[in-house]
């Protein structure tokens, strides 16, 4: 079946270092990859998304592309802020193989950045 | 344009005790979900609906979780009696219909549910 493997964390930056946090997936069709980040006490908000190889998402200085000959979505940061703290999710739907709409995640890393 | 509202923010019950979810999705999304995300863990989905209709609900706990959407908004999530391993958060999300390429989920914040 479909899934997603992250990086384990935590992982821990100093402000404007930059970051990487590794995401690879498992899937039969063509699935849509997404990123979804949770702040402390909040829903998770998306990110960033790619429905199609080659495609590069991105928002708030964050990237990723989507790599099918990799099977990845990494996702990137040049300059990280201690605002950026929070659980970052890796995410893909494959509606063409499982019928419906639902996401599949990844455990999540949680990044920490010092001042 | 309000997000998706979900209650109560955090529940503790006794393990073999009934306990309930309430969940408003934003208006007009057609598709409305429930996922459990365990500490450490990614959200899992346990059901999916489709206006009322359960699109998807493969992963639930069928013995003791039970859900509905009535008339095609609102959504409760119950569950009866409560075991120890159901401490998790509960998070409802939903989205429009239509948006097949991007199907973008939009999260409410969620239920910390405690057993003990």
């Known amino acids: 079946g479909n899934s997603v493997t992250q990086m384990e964390g935590p992982v821990t930056l100093s402000e404007e270092a930059f970051l990487t946090i590794n995401c690879t997936y498992t899937?039969?069709?063509?699935?849509?990859l997404f990123w979804y980040v949770q702040y402390p006490g909040e829903g998770l908000q998306l990110l960033l998304k790619?429905?199609?190889?080659?495609d590069k998402g991105s928002n708030k200085g964050f990237e990723a592309t989507y790599r099918k000959e990799t099977t990845s979505f990494h996702l990137e940061k040049g300059s990280v802020q201690v605002s950026d703290s929070a659980v970052y999710f890796c995410?893909?739907?494959?509606?063409?193989?499982?019928?419906?709409?639902?996401?599949?995640f990844g455990t999540g890393t949680r990044l920490k950045v010092l001042a | 344009e309000a997000g998706v509202a979900q209650s109560p923010r955090y529940k503790i019950i006794e393990k073999r005790q009934s306990v309930a979810f309430w969940c408003n999705p934003i208006s007009g999304h057609a598709t409305l979900y429930w996922y459990q995300q365990i500490l450490g863990q990614g959200p899992k989905l346990l059901i999916q609906?489709?206006?009322?209709?359960?699109?998807?609900d493969s992963q639930l706990p069928k013995d003791r979780f039970s859900a509905e959407r009535l008339k095609g908004v609102d959504s409760t999530l119950k569950i009866q009696p409560a075991k120890l391993e159901d401490s998790a958060v509960y998070l409802c999300?939903?989205?429009?219909?239509?948006?097949?390429?991007?199907?973008?989920?939009?999260f409410g914040p969620g239920t910390r549910l405690t057993v003990l």
């Open positions: 609906f489709q206006n009322n209709g359960v699109v998807d």
């Open positions: 899937a039969t069709g063509y699935p849509s």
């Open positions: 790619a429905t199609k190889a080659d």
């Open positions: 999300a939903s989205s429009p219909q239509g948006l097949a390429a991007y199907n973008e989920q939009f």
């Open positions: 995410a893909l739907s494959d509606p063409r193989t499982s019928g419906t709409y639902k996401y599949i």
